[in-house]
């Protein structure tokens, strides 16, 4: 027994606890060997495992119940995901009664696919919400857990054929992995059956004139048996897809391209057994072959797509180096911490988890979730993410965030439901292809009657080379290739897309908007300019209350001296422009007394007998002595109209003048050009003064500068825009930015910004990289021309291949090749977009 967690003793069945009495079962658990008492702990355990549900043996706190049965029943092992223990590696609660749970659907081989899953699965009472994604097989799920449990979700995609898995990364590349041998499997049983067969019909076309009634027949006979493995196993995914979709009342890609297959290999049986008519077994096996490989090539350029998710979900090491009190070390899950753990990070390893550093100071690398290769130094007390790197020192990480609720885990969930959610044209191809099917079915029925009186031998086959050649894979695949490819490119730029439809709105804005402070500007205050009295050192009349200030200023500066007695002054603050005052003196903050810090104003505060205030002109001024006039606060050294400014001073003299500017981004004057260059119009709406905004504005370049608004007045702004007929980006930062934001065609939120801020907006900036939004511009306009490109083909290559399909002018085997050829051209096009 430790810390409440259950463990077998010597001797006892690892999953029930009832003694071994010499059994020799076992099951690998944790790269161990754990020792069954049976073959149903056997075989319960090992479900566990194969389910990815290791997390069962590590956290229960009872044995686990003996199975009733040597195997057990498949509703049982779906219970497992019902354990709140078991969820915590991929469910997160939005609510009291909502639940999401990130999954791997493994069957889905088309358009067809998906939309058979969401629309059985949403008929479900308590199913709030099913987004699937055909390029990387990923499930997200949304239901009311007070209504049904997840293992009934489990159940329903499992009862309409498919196999539904929590999403674990090592899983899904071993779900792929076995999805590649597979297909490689059937590809080469049908091509060694394809060149078995070849030789057979090609004996048959050559020497049918000299050859014997029982020579023919046997070499019929050699290619039917051929032909049947091919048909009952390389061709079987084909018909259980069309299976699936026939008995929901759905026709999907495979539902011509299995009717094709089977009529064409029925025929030849029924020429083969009695002896009359033709055999095409060569055909069945040849256009299965190139079915296959079109498919197999179609399935890895998928895999290269969905690609970045999966990088991002295996960056999280799978041990720590957890942190005694005592000052000593384990090695733990990291599925195990939890929050206040203190997790030693040695140099090179990777971050495991959200927190703060507690001890050391080293760089740290984020170009995962920043895209800036340049390392980031961090002290005491800073933030650390997980999946980031220790470059340099050793670093002791506090966590603050594990599991669902890290930085990471976010982002990878807001990844997936960009590349879940369909717009408009992903929508439209999927209506689409459903009703195509019924026109091929229709087209090829028409086109067999036709046929059949004009020369009844080809009828058979045209009909067939129409149903295969018109599969509408392409249409299908044109939109959720490319925006899966866009959106992967992005995040590697660090463009987080977090809705489906903003590269379609990016491609079509007309107009930029842009909140100022912490958007065009760093949102941190530096001092800009200074003006300090020359004789301060006779402020205090010649009284000796000075003295400590004047050695200062003697060992180092009078200039020094004074902005050392500021920052000790701001050191009672923690505004922004304390922290900026306190960051621009040169020595350590000298140690004042009886601070009072005035809020909107400004801090008074005693140094060597002396009080002092540092603040606004209005703090300052009705303090001073009488005689002392608001002509000395006047500015001494010609500072800009349009900035913020404090003063300091004692009851006798105004001592300093500090003038502070929020700097600009780095970039930011690049990206407006850069976005002025491709015809975008700029605008700059701020709630800062209208001096402040407009100084901003004219650096950059911005001709429309409207500030002085509030959020609401913000939205009225963008509203005016829309109605004009504008489609309008809006990028900000702040959480009173959130409502402008969710108005906006697109909105784009700094990775700075508030979560609540981010949350509501399409896109995030993770590197604050302001050059990255006309690359990001860049990027959709490129994503809409590859659609529009591969719409456009499918589209064209049906319009040409049907008329020759009709007329007979391609064999069976040429349409399997150039449907295939169809599908991954539009696939090749897509992956275009990852330069």
């Given at each position: 027994?430790?810390?409440?967690?259950?463990?077998?003793?010597?001797?006892?069945?690892?999953?029930?606890?009832?003694?071994?009495?010499?059994?020799?079962?076992?099951?690998?658990?944790?790269?161990?060997?754990?020792?069954?008492?049976?073959?149903?702990?056997?075989?319960?355990?090992?479900?566990?495992?194969?389910?990815?549900?290791?997390?069962?043996?590590?956290?229960?706190?009872?044995?686990?119940?003996?199975?009733?049965?040597?195997?057990?029943?498949?509703?049982?092992?779906?219970?497992?995901?019902?354990?709140?223990?078991?969820?915590?590696?991929?469910?997160?609660?939005?609510?009291?009664?909502?639940?999401?749970?990130?999954?791997?659907?493994?069957?889905?081989?088309?358009?067809?696919?998906?939309?058979?899953?969401?629309?059985?699965?949403?008929?479900?009472?308590?199913?709030?919400?099913?987004?699937?994604?055909?390029?990387?097989?990923?499930?997200?799920?949304?239901?009311?857990?007070?209504?049904?449990?997840?293992?009934?979700?489990?159940?329903?995609?499992?009862?309409?054929?498919?196999?539904?898995?929590?999403?674990?990364?090592?899983?899904?590349?071993?779900?792929?992995?076995?999805?590649?041998?597979?297909?490689?499997?059937?590809?080469?049983?049908?091509?060694?059956?394809?060149?078995?067969?070849?030789?057979?019909?090609?004996?048959?076309?050559?020497?049918?004139?000299?050859?014997?009634?029982?020579?023919?027949?046997?070499?019929?006979?050699?290619?039917?048996?051929?032909?049947?493995?091919?048909?009952?196993?390389?061709?079987?995914?084909?018909?259980?897809?069309?299976?699936?979709?026939?008995?929901?009342?759905?026709?999907?890609?495979?539902?011509?391209?299995?009717?094709?297959?089977?009529?064409?290999?029925?025929?030849?049986?029924?020429?083969?057994?009695?002896?009359?008519?033709?055999?095409?077994?060569?055909?069945?096996?040849?256009?299965?072959?190139?079915?296959?490989?079109?498919?197999?090539?179609?399935?890895?350029?998928?895999?290269?797509?969905?690609?970045?998710?999966?990088?991002?979900?295996?960056?999280?090491?799978?041990?720590?180096?957890?942190?005694?009190?005592?000052?000593?070390?384990?090695?733990?899950?990291?599925?195990?911490?939890?929050?206040?753990?203190?997790?030693?990070?040695?140099?090179?390893?990777?971050?495991?988890?959200?927190?703060?550093?507690?001890?050391?100071?080293?760089?740290?690398?984020?170009?995962?979730?920043?895209?800036?290769?340049?390392?980031?130094?961090?002290?005491?007390?800073?933030?650390?993410?997980?999946?980031?790197?220790?470059?340099?020192?050793?670093?002791?990480?506090?966590?603050?965030?594990?599991?669902?609720?890290?930085?990471?885990?976010?982002?990878?969930?807001?990844?997936?439901?960009?590349?879940?959610?369909?717009?408009?044209?992903?929508?439209?191809?999927?209506?689409?292809?459903?009703?195509?099917?019924?026109?091929?079915?229709?087209?090829?029925?028409?086109?067999?009657?036709?046929?059949?009186?004009?020369?009844?031998?080809?009828?058979?086959?045209?009909?067939?080379?129409?149903?295969?050649?018109?599969?509408?894979?392409?249409?299908?695949?044109?939109?959720?290739?490319?925006?899966?490819?866009?959106?992967?490119?992005?995040?590697?730029?660090?463009?987080?897309?977090?809705?489906?439809?903003?590269?379609?709105?990016?491609?079509?804005?007309?107009?930029?908007?842009?909140?100022?402070?912490?958007?065009?500007?760093?949102?941190?205050?530096?001092?800009?300019?200074?003006?300090?009295?020359?004789?301060?050192?006779?402020?205090?009349?010649?009284?000796?209350?000075?003295?400590?200030?004047?050695?200062?200023?003697?060992?180092?500066?009078?200039?020094?001296?004074?902005?050392?007695?500021?920052?000790?002054?701001?050191?009672?603050?923690?505004?922004?422009?304390?922290?900026?005052?306190?960051?621009?003196?040169?020595?350590?903050?000298?140690?004042?007394?009886?601070?009072?810090?005035?809020?909107?104003?400004?801090?008074?505060?005693?140094?060597?007998?002396?009080?002092?205030?540092?603040?606004?002109?209005?703090?300052?001024?009705?303090?001073?002595?009488?005689?002392?006039?608001?002509?000395?606060?006047?500015?001494?050294?010609?500072?800009?109209?349009?900035?913020?400014?404090?003063?300091?001073?004692?009851?006798?003299?105004?001592?300093?003048?500090?003038?502070?500017?929020?700097?600009?981004?780095?970039?930011?004057?690049?990206?407006?050009?850069?976005?002025?260059?491709?015809?975008?119009?700029?605008?700059?709406?701020?709630?800062?003064?209208?001096?402040?905004?407009?100084?901003?504005?004219?650096?950059?370049?911005?001709?429309?500068?409207?500030?002085?608004?509030?959020?609401?007045?913000?939205?009225?702004?963008?509203?005016?825009?829309?109605?004009?007929?504008?489609?309008?980006?809006?990028?900000?930062?702040?959480?009173?930015?959130?409502?402008?934001?969710?108005?906006?065609?697109?909105?784009?939120?700094?990775?700075?910004?508030?979560?609540?801020?981010?949350?509501?907006?399409?896109?995030?900036?993770?590197?604050?990289?302001?050059?990255?939004?006309?690359?990001?511009?860049?990027?959709?306009?490129?994503?809409?021309?590859?659609?529009?490109?591969?719409?456009?083909?499918?589209?064209?290559?049906?319009?040409l291949a049907m008329p020759m399909a009709t007329l007979g002018l391609l064999a069976p085997w040429m349409a399997a090749i150039g449907m295939s050829l169809s599908s991954l051209l539009v696939v090749l096009n897509a992956l275009r977009l990852k330069r």
């Amino acid at each position: 027994m430790d810390s409440g967690i259950w463990r077998p003793a010597a001797g006892e069945c690892f999953h029930c606890g009832l003694p071994l009495y010499g059994a020799t079962f076992s099951v690998i658990i944790d790269d161990e060997p754990q020792a069954m008492c049976c073959l149903g702990c056997q075989a319960v355990a090992q479900a566990i495992v194969d389910n990815g549900l290791d997390d069962f043996y590590r956290h229960r706190t009872e044995c686990s119940a003996r199975p009733d049965s040597v195997v057990p029943d498949e509703l049982q092992q779906l219970t497992l995901f019902d354990n709140e223990t078991v969820q915590q590696s991929f469910v997160r609660d939005t609510d009291d009664s909502v639940s999401e749970a990130s999954l791997i659907i493994e069957g889905v081989v088309c358009a067809a696919c998906v939309w058979l899953i969401e629309h059985h699965l949403q008929k479900i009472p308590g199913v709030l919400e099913l987004r699937v994604n055909l390029t990387t097989h990923r499930a997200n799920v949304v239901w009311d857990k007070s209504q049904l449990p997840l293992s009934k979700i489990l159940a329903e995609i499992r009862s309409i054929g498919y196999q539904a898995h929590p999403f674990d990364a090592n899983r899904l590349h071993n779900i792929n992995e076995r999805e590649r041998k597979h297909s490689l499997r059937r590809i080469a049983i049908a091509g060694i059956g394809m060149m078995q067969v070849m030789m057979t019909a090609l004996a048959l076309y050559i020497g049918e004139a000299d050859m014997g009634e029982s020579a023919r027949n046997l070499l019929r006979w050699i290619g039917l048996f051929i032909t049947t493995p091919v048909l009952l196993f390389a061709s079987s995914v084909f018909f259980r897809s069309a299976w699936r979709e026939l008995k929901r009342f759905r026709l999907g890609m495979d539902v011509p391209v299995s009717i094709a297959m089977i009529t064409a290999y029925s025929a030849s049986v029924w020429a083969t057994v009695t002896g009359a008519g033709e055999v095409y077994y060569d055909s069945v096996t040849m256009f299965t072959f190139f079915l296959l490989l079109g498919r197999f090539l179609e399935m890895n350029a998928r895999h290269h797509a969905g690609k970045v998710a999966d990088e991002l979900v295996r960056l999280l090491p799978a041990v720590a180096t957890r942190l005694a009190a005592d000052g000593s070390t384990s090695v733990v899950s990291v599925s195990e911490l939890q929050l206040g753990d203190r997790v030693l990070i040695r140099p090179g390893e990777t971050v495991p988890a959200d927190g703060l550093v507690a001890d050391g100071e080293s760089t740290v690398n984020e170009a995962v979730l920043s895209g800036e290769s340049v390392p980031v130094l961090k002290h005491s007390g800073d933030a650390l993410t997980g999946g980031t790197v220790n470059v340099e020192s050793p670093l002791v990480l506090e966590v603050q965030a594990v599991g669902e609720s890290t930085v990471l885990s976010s982002i990878i969930r807001l990844l997936d439901r960009a590349q879940m959610e369909k717009p408009k044209l992903a929508r439209l191809a999927d209506s689409v292809a459903a009703w195509f099917v019924l026109v091929i079915l229709i087209t090829a029925a028409l086109v067999f009657g036709a046929w059949w009186f004009y020369d009844p031998d080809r009828a058979f086959w045209v009909t067939i080379a129409v149903l295969v050649v018109t599969c509408p894979c392409a249409l299908s695949l044109a939109t959720p290739v490319a925006l899966t490819t866009a959106t992967s490119s992005l995040t590697r730029m660090g463009v987080l897309t977090t809705r489906g439809h903003a590269l379609e709105g990016l491609s079509k804005a007309t107009d930029v908007v842009f909140d100022k402070t912490g958007t065009l500007t760093t949102g941190q205050l530096q001092v800009s300019g200074q003006w300090f009295a020359d004789d301060w050192s006779r402020s205090a009349s010649g009284s000796e209350s000075s003295g400590e200030l004047s050695k200062v200023a003697v060992e180092f500066s009078p200039e020094q001296a004074l902005l050392a007695l500021a920052a000790g002054l701001e050191s009672a603050s923690e505004h922004p422009i304390a922290r900026a005052v306190i960051a621009a003196s040169t020595l350590e903050a000298v140690v004042c007394k009886d601070q009072k810090n005035i809020p909107g104003r400004g801090v008074e505060g005693v140094f060597d007998g002396v009080v002092y205030r540092i603040g606004t002109k209005e703090f300052i001024e009705p303090w001073l002595a009488d005689g002392v006039t608001s002509a000395d606060l006047e500015m001494k050294a010609g500072f800009a109209g349009v900035n913020t400014r404090i003063y300091m001073a004692n009851k006798q003299q105004l001592l300093v003048i500090l003038e502070l500017q929020d700097q600009l981004r780095a970039d930011a004057v690049e990206c407006v050009a850069a976005l002025k260059t491709a015809g975008m119009q700029v605008t700059l709406l701020s709630g800062d003064k209208q001096s402040v905004a407009d100084h901003v504005g004219k650096k950059l370049g911005i001709d429309t500068v409207i500030a002085e608004q509030l959020p609401d007045q913000k939205l009225a702004y963008l509203k005016s825009k829309q109605d004009a007929g504008q489609l309008v980006i809006m990028v900000g930062d702040g959480v009173n930015d959130a409502p402008v934001l969710a108005a906006a065609d697109v909105s784009i939120a700094m990775g700075e910004g508030s979560q609540l801020a981010q949350v509501t907006a399409d896109m995030v900036l993770m590197s604050d990289s302001l050059k990255s939004i006309p690359q990001a511009i860049h990027m959709a306009k490129r994503t809409r021309v590859i659609i529009r490109e591969n719409f456009a083909w499918a589209i064209l290559y049906n319009l040409l291949a049907m008329p020759m399909a009709t007329l007979g002018l391609l064999a069976p085997w040429m349409a399997a090749i150039g449907m295939s050829l169809s599908s991954l051209l539009v696939v090749l096009n897509a992956l275009r977009l990852k330069r």
